[in-house]
Structures are given as C-alpha cells and as structure tokens.
C-alpha cells in the first residue's frame, strides 16, 4: 500500500478535529513518542503534557474538541450507555482544567448555538464555567469555586488525561460538596490502560459514580496509533502496540 492511500485509510478512522488536535499537540511539544517513566513505574512510549497547549490557535483546536465531544456524548446510542444530560456548568479542575472550561464554554456558544436546546439546561443563559482554588480564600467572595454557582445544577468536568482518577474524584467530590451534580467526565486522552491490578479500568471506576458512558474522551490510544500508521512511523507504531499489549484494555 502507498504511504498516500495507508494516510488516507489511518486517518479515515479519525474525525478532523481529532487529526488537527494530534497534529498541534506534536507541533509544541505537548505530545511526544519515546521512553517516559510514568509515576506508576511503568515505561510509556508516549507522554502528553496538556499544559504546553497554551497559544491561541492551539486552544481554538482544543476547546472545538471539547465542545464537539460534548455534543457527540449527548446523542443516544445502541450500546446502552447513558448520554450525557443537558447540563448547567463546566467545572475545569485548577490549573489547566481552567482554561478548557472556559474556551470550551465561549465555543458551545458560537459555535453550536443551534444545539442550545439540547445542551444546557437553560437555554437562554448557556452554559456556565467554574473552576476550584487550590486554597480556600477566606476573604472578599470566599470560598473554594470560582466562576459559576454549582449549587443545585448539573455539571460536565474537563479533564485532561486520567491515570488512577484521582484529580476527577477530588472534582467530583468538590462539585458535590457543593451542592452540585456531576453528570458527565470528558477528558482529553483517554490511555486505555489497566489498572494495577491488571484488570480494572479507571473510566469504569469513575462511571461507577456517575452512569455507564458518561466518561467519554476526545482522544484514546487507539486514536493515535491509527494517527501513527498514516504517517507511516514504524518504530513508534511498534513501541506502542507492544506496550498495548501489555497494559492495554481488552477492547
């Protein structure tokens, strides 16, 4: 097969958001391929630092994922899972979290004004962003959010890469103290690995918390493996299907 028609079959399998995102996150170094050690111990192929994802058109990339897959998670599905409701605010765990609540807000209203209706809660009011602070201010507004109320409304959190979970259960656990629900997790990549037991999931654990598919993700290994065959990067495609095959999930 030619290196044009195998790019053209890999990248079939992807939307174009998910191939520009791929695309800028390589370009500033956010994603990269090689040897890193992962705080679990295990040796990845690849690392993903979502905080190098800080220049305008970069955001303008990201934030469209975000709301894209906001949206594609709240149509009904076959397999039974649970879309994600209409919802009130975005919660963006501090520090990067923040940025993707509030752009992916700003694009869920000028970008999908005509799914308004389906998205928020409130139609006329759209959706809110909130975000926590690492230290509770005692002073002036107080409190630990910043941004939108959560008391008595549904919330969808912004996360960007879930290992053990622990950030998305902290956030769950501070929208629900604050009188909050959580009805959805999209995260950013989604590493499709096991966990240390080597058999358990970190989304199904969190679904757990909140139903069945309302953890969805805009990029999963899977998507960049099929992002490597089109480029053609042998050594990198076989780094990954090996470590795949070690960590990975049954899919």
């Keep these: 097969m030619s290196p044009e028609l195998l790019e053209q079959t890999s990248q079939s399998s992807l939307k174009q958001y998910q191939i520009e995102l791929i695309d800028k996150a390589m370009s500033c170094g956010a994603l990269k391929f090689g040897s890193f050690t992962l705080k679990s111990g295990r040796i990845s192929p690849y690392f993903f630092n979502a905080g190098l994802l ?7 990339v990201l934030s469209e994922a975000f709301a894209a897959t906001i949206v594609a998670a709240q149509q009904p599905t076959s397999s039974g899972n649970t879309p994600i409701p209409p919802f009130d605010v975005l919660f963006g765990p501090a520090y990067k979290g923040i940025a993707f609540a509030a752009t992916t807000a700003l694009i ?22 909130t975000y926590n602070r690492k230290e509770i201010k ?11 109320s959560v008391s008595g409304k549904k919330v969808v959190i912004l996360d960007d890469v879930m290992t053990a979970g622990t950030a998305v259960r902290e956030a769950i656990d501070i929208v ?10 999209i995260q950013l990549l989604d590493r499709e690995e096991v966990g240390q037991d080597g058999v358990s999931s970190t989304v199904d654990e969190v679904e757990g918390i909140i139903g069945k598919g309302r953890v969805r993700s805009i990029l999963r ?3 960049l493996i099929a992002w490597l065959e089109s480029k053609g990067m042998g050594k990198e495609l076989e780094d990954m299907n090996e470590y795949r095959n070690k960590y990975g999930l049954k899919i």
């Design 221 to 223: 290994m899977r998507d």
């Design 54 to 60: 800080s220049t305008g058109p970069i955001l303008a």
């Design 138 to 148: 005692a002073h002036g507004e107080g409190g630990s959010l910043v941004g939108s």
């Design 108 to 129: 869920l209203h000028t970008h999908h004004s005509n799914s308004q209706n389906s998205i928020s809660t409130s139609p006329d009011a759209g959706i809110g962003f």
């Design 176 to 185: 629900k103290k604050e009188g909050g629900e959580v009805v959805g997790v």
